[in-house]
């Protein structure tokens, strides 16, 4: 069918289950419930639909120019960080030296993606996940520091900002080494950020606001010069006319006065990154420095995090890179019992493993960014799976590479503790990964729920909506005499057909668990973290398989000297994804694992009203 003039196919791959219970009591008219069309992957899989356009192919977003121009960028940046770059002396220093900091603005690297009118390199967010991929093979804390100021730092300038505020504010980030900041997090909202407490007052003439409160584990807070701030005003509703506090973004100056940060924090790990607490005492804000409309401040944000997340993804697997690369060079020389260790199966596995899992969270980073690119704006739940996916993976590898090196791995001569210590944090900032998966999953079904609602409608007037109806029973009759279900062998190399097929069977359990799922629990399904965490984890494993596909697919029919490599590792992926997707599916719908969630629930309030451990030791004798 065509939609918006892009061609695409749709597959429908479960049937639609219907009840009244998800639909909602209200009713308005059926065109205007119509949900503006979705091209997320993702999105329509909660509602059991393939749409393909974003996965298969796998995007191609820069041609040979282009790639050039991201290779000639890289080239200087690769050079720099083998050659001069110290990831020790960084740490020891809490921040890059002076010579660091100055090369690395001269190499454009604070400006990666701005127009060139900025001072910036233009790159691409392939090019900006080439770059990501570079710096993450040596050091996260770096990658932080020039992360936390362009990607999300000014990002929201160049998102959101007006004519007036990019010509003012733009050139000072990118080549003017002026250093930018996102105040966002406090004390008493950390991913709850609609929660937060700092308030901006305008003033009676309208022309500022004053600005007060304070911001919590800020990156270059204690360095930063500009800062895109979000703080609750007061704002009247158009339509009601009733005043209500919304959050807002404002671009703040330290210069303004009245901003002031506290002493540099004590980390775990990305020690040579700034990370202070921002106190804001009576700031006065020029109202024209309100960033992307008053009350708009939440999307912002969420925004600002959505289109960055991917190139954690590109980062990472560049950590994961580097891991692997030591992990192996000690396989190919340690020898024990005779043989080298990389003639075991113990260590074949592990290293087998860890490439699969680089493989996958490049491959999603690199689709991303292709895709957006190529001018998607649907791709917020793919970025929340890179980000979950990369940063648990890369924490995987590690640890393994650790394990592979043994005592040699715990020193820090090696350069892994230091890297496992880094990586931490990317599992909680950003978006702490147990919120990206409730978002993932909420999302998805929201979407879904809208579905579901669309054909309780057309019930409602059968007459006038028959085509709908017929076409909705056709495919639940297809569905119980075992035909109608998702099929994605059109789409991969014939090596991949069989693994397109584990693909398919994971996309229609996920789906009928889905519907299930809405049917069962209505809109209470939004208090069901047990389930909702499953079911994002399937999510994730069945994107993987997808992305895998379509990225192996492409080797295969460009005859890559690696093609026969990628086909290997996709097979090995989607045995092992679809075997988890079966048993997450499993225990959101089986009675015993529904129990046991119960049970651990009672664990844990034991566990809370003792404050801790409730049991003593066995040698303890605790008599009534």
Known sequence: MIRTGVQITSKRCSSLIFSSRWVSSTSSNLKQQQPPVNMSFMANLFRGEIQPSQVFPYPEAADKEQREYIQSMADPVHRFLAERYDAAESENLHGPSTATTDALWEMGCYGLMAPEEYGGLNLSNTGYATMGNAVGGVDLGLAVVLGAHQSIGWKGILLYGTDEQKSKYLPRVVNEKTTAAFALTEPSSGSDAGSIRSKAVKSPCGKFYTLNGSKLWITGGGIANIFTVFAQTEVTDSRTGQKKDKVTAFIVERDFGGLTSGPPEDKMGIRCSNTTEVYFDDVKIPAENVLGGEGNGFKVAMNILNNGRFGMAATLAGTMRAC??????????????????????????????????????????????????????????????????????????????????????????????????????????????????????????????????????????????????????????????????????????????????????????????????????????????????????????????????????????????????????????????????????????????????KTMSLIANNICDNGGIVQKLPLEIDCA
Request: charged share 25%; proline share 1%; glycine share 6%.
């Open 324 to 597: 692997i690369a030591k992990a192996t060079d000690h396989a190919n020389s340690r020898v024990q019992f005779g043989k080298k260790i990389k003639e075991y199966g113990n260590i074949q596995e592990k290293l087998a493993q860890m490439a699969v899992l680089q493989y996958v969270a490049q491959t999603m980073a690199y689709m991303i960014a292709g895709n957006m690119d190529n001018g998607s704006k649907d791709y917020h739940l793919e970025a929340a799976i890179s980000k979950i996916f990369a940063s648990e993976a890369a924490w995987h590898v590690c640890d393994e590479s650790i394990q592979i090196l043994g005592g040699n791995g715990f020193m820090k001569s090696t350069g892994l503790e230091k890297f496992l210590r880094d990586l931490r944090i990317y599992r909680i900032f950003e978006g702490a990964n147990d919120v990206l998966r409730l978002f993932v999953a909420l999302t998805g079904i929201q979407y879904a729920g809208s579905h579901l609602k669309e054909i309780q409608e057309a019930f409602k007037n059968p007459t006038a909506n028959l085509g709908l109806i017929f076409k909705e029973g056709s495919r639940r009759a297809a569905r119980t005499i075992g035909v109608g279900g998702c099929d994605l062998t059109q789409f991969v190399a014939e090596p991949l057909k069989e693994s397109a097929k584990q693909c398919s069977e994971s996309i229609d359990l996920f789906s009928v668990a889905v519907e299930s799922l809405l049917i069962k629990y209505g809109k209470r399904i939004v208090d069901e973290q047990f389930l909702l965490t499953r079911l994002a984890d399937s999510a994730i494993d069945i994107y993987a398989m997808a992305t895998v596909l379509s990225r192996a697919t492409r080797a295969v029919s460009n005859k890559l000297p690696s093609a026969e490599h990628e086909v290997l590792m996709t097979k090995a992926w989607c045995v092992e994804a679809s075997n988890r997707v079966n048993h997450n599916l499993r225990r959101v719908r089986k009675h015993q694992h529904l129990e046991n969630y």
